[in-house]
């Protein structure tokens, strides 16, 4: 698309509107006057703009799309509206000052509360289950096991009394809900337990929301993620966890919920761990799980929370909020567009040159056309677009993908991070490795994995912070047993630090076994799956499951060391690192970007290059 340049008559035929705060652009004549006058009828006592929950917007589609449209108001009615974040959950004040207000055109000011830390009466309880092996315990057995104990101690504690049960996906809600209700009926007694996830009748979760805010028959809700926060559900007994938390600001949130008559939260942590059946599998002796677990209560114990990533393109988003402000006011601009979702909006990483190539990608598809003014609108392509209801919501449901082994269902699972082909992982208590990802249909082959893998955790789930491993690494060392432990869970913890020390890890970087060596980061997924990525670029048999570890297949020390002197000084660029992944999670509008952008957003959102280039300079140094 060739961009003309703007005579000095049509530039002064363009509106200009003068205001007190920030000077916003003008749009085409003749549609933005009418924009405004009706912006400025209904939003004429706008006084200020409350987020409340904030942190659940950082870094998020709907985060972006949310700071886009206070830009846009902004514009609208031609005047600054002060902006108010809360959270009890936020990391790095200043960057998070900077999202709320990225432009930096207008002061903020950071208030902070005097208590910051979180005093919880905390239980943790352990379980260990074996591995599949050979087909001798199914996986429908397995995780039914896991149910029915973990069930037996929910209803001995939580029967009786108004309370939540998180787990980490649907199929465990349905499960222990299953089970609970059937421990009811079988001693006569009214259900008191109900399920609640995103997948659920909007009655449902309803019917449910009403008894825990009526408080008047007992009810524990055994869910997901929807009754963390924003949910008014009246006041909660205790709060349980089910498996290890991905975030500190995640469990925050979800304790939080509770307590709020005693003035302290309760805090029920289940936490489950594979049986070791040989010698092969001794770094499984880790427990990354029960470490995991014990780092996010440490966090959360002392106030800490994960800074928030502003690194994320979000071209995906950037494609429905252009295509909006076009179909709002019929012809705008690409200059226009730079100044409003760019210099003043949260797209501040599109260049001039990628605006450049974004607008001819969504011209080439008829999203978009250029009039003989210079002026946008939108193509015959774009009409279809933005006229379909599910333009309105820049974010899309998680896609569930099917797992098969030689043509054999597994199971389903929604995969948030990125897979790459003999990437080893863990599905149902069993280790697999990925042969093929099959994007078109959704669909992942698998073949059993044999043993002496690196420890796994589940594949799919949200991403681990930096902070969560460091302070790992800090448990690991340290000699005292935190005292909420049950005897499983101490169990774990001695069987983790004694092979911790054994290994030598408090100053070893790489360990090396028989299938090749282990890199240890201490870092979180997304610059573990960086390093990956880059030692694949060099050749190397590189995966990063989960768990913080890297394995390097069929190589030595020397030459994994040789390779990451290799990367300091030649790093690979972003498109040779999406080679080496499989997008399993692409974002809603990102079909209608060419290849190349597609690719770099999410390159943006995948890899860190910055951290983990600083990761290797550091440790180039101390080996």
């Known amino acids: 698309m060739a961009w003309r340049r703007q005579t000095v008559k049509e530039k002064r035929a363009e509106e200009k509107p003068q205001r007190s705060g920030v000077n916003y652009p003008g749009i085409v004549r003749g549609v933005s006057t009418q924009q405004q006058q009706l912006g400025q009828g209904a939003l004429k006592n706008l006084s200020y703009i409350v987020i409340d929950e904030f942190h659940a917007f950082i870094d998020s589609v709907r985060g972006v799309q949310l700071m886009s449209l206070l830009c846009r108001i902004e514009f609208l009615i031609q005047r600054t509206i002060p902006r108010i974040g809360l959270s009890a959950t936020l990391g790095d004040m200043q960057a998070v000052a900077d999202i709320l207000r990225g432009n930096r055109q207008v002061p ?31 996986r429908a057995d397995r995780d039914q096991e896991v149910a029915t104990d973990i069930a037996a101690d929910i209803y001995h504690n939580f029967l009786d009394k108004f309370n939540l049960v998180f787990a980490n996906s649907r199929a465990d809600t349905e499960r222990l809900t299953s089970t609970l209700s059937d421990k009811c009926e079988n001693n006569g007694i009214e259900n008191q337990f109900h399920n609640h996830h995103g997948s659920l009748s909007k009655d449902h979760r309803e019917r ?47 304790v939080g919920r509770s307590g709020r008559r005693t003035g302290q939260p309760s805090l029920r942590l289940y936490v489950t761990e594979n049986e070791i059946p040989d010698a092969d599998g001794q770094l499984d002796r880790l427990r990354i799980a029960t470490f995991q677990s014990l780092a996010i209560i440490d966090l959360l114990l002392e106030g800490e929370y994960e800074p928030p990533n502003a690194g994320c393109l979000h071209l995906s988003t950037f494609v429905q909020q252009t295509l909006s402000v076009i179909g709002q006011y019929r012809s705008v601009r690409a200059d226009q567009i730079f100044d409003l979702l760019v210099k003043r909006g949260p797209f501040g990483l599109v260049t001039v040159d990628m605006l450049k190539s974004f607008l001819q990608a969504l011209k080439d598809k008829d999203l978009i056309t250029q009039m003989g003014n210079g002026a946008l609108t939108i193509g015959a392509a774009g009409e279809d677009v933005i006229g379909h209801y599910t333009f309105y919501a820049a974010f899309q449901t998680p896609i569930e993908f099917t797992l098969e082994c030689e043509g054999k269902v597994l199971g389903t699972l929604p995969i948030l991070q990125p897979l ?13 490795q990925v042969k093929e990802v099959i994007r078109e249909k959704n669909r992942v082959k698998l073949v059993p994995a044999g043993s002496g893998q690196a420890p796994r955790f589940s594949c799919g789930g949200p991403e681990v912070n930096d902070i969560v491993r460091q302070r790992m690494k800090k448990i690991y060392q340290n000699e005292v047993m935190p005292p909420f432990l049950d005897a499983t869970g101490k169990s774990m913890f001695n069987d983790g630090r004694q092979l911790f020390n054994a290994l030598g890890l408090a100053s070893q970087t790489v360990i090396s076994q028989q299938s090749g060596n282990i890199l240890f980061p201490w870092m979180g997924d997304r610059v573990c799956n960086t390093l990956a990525a880059m030692l694949k670029v060099k050749g190397l048999e590189a995966d990063h499951s989960g768990g913080g570890l890297i394995e390097v297949k069929n190589t030595n020390k020397q030459d994994l060391w040789g390779s990451l002197v290799e990367l300091s000084h030649n790093p690979p660029t972003l498109e040779q690192l999406t080679e080496t992944v499989k997008r399993t999670a692409p ?20 890899f860190d290059i910055t951290t983990s280039l600083q990761w290797i300079y550091q440790n180039l140094k101390e080996n």
Do not use: M
Not at 111 to 132: C, D, N, W
Not at 216 to 238: H, N, Q, R
Not at 420 to 432: L, M, P
């Open 587 to 606: 974002e809603k509008f990102d079909e209608h970007l060419s290849k190349e952008l597609a690719e770099k957003s999410f390159a943006s959102r995948a």
């Open 108 to 138: 903020t000011h950071i208030i902070k509360g005097e208590a910051s830390a979180v005093k919880s009466s905390i239980t943790y309880l352990g379980y260990v289950y074996p591995l599949e092996v050979n087909g001798s315990k199914k």
């Open 420 to 432: 790459s082909v003999d990437q080893s992982i863990i599905f149902g208590g069993r280790r697999w």
């Open 208 to 254: 449910v929301e009403a008894l825990l805010q009526q408080g008047k028959f007992p009810t524990t809700a055994v869910c997901t993620s929807t009754l963390e926060l924003g949910i008014d559900i009246g006041e909660v007994d205790d709060v349980a966890q089910i498996d290890c938390p991905h975030s500190v600001a995640s469990l925050r949130q979800r």
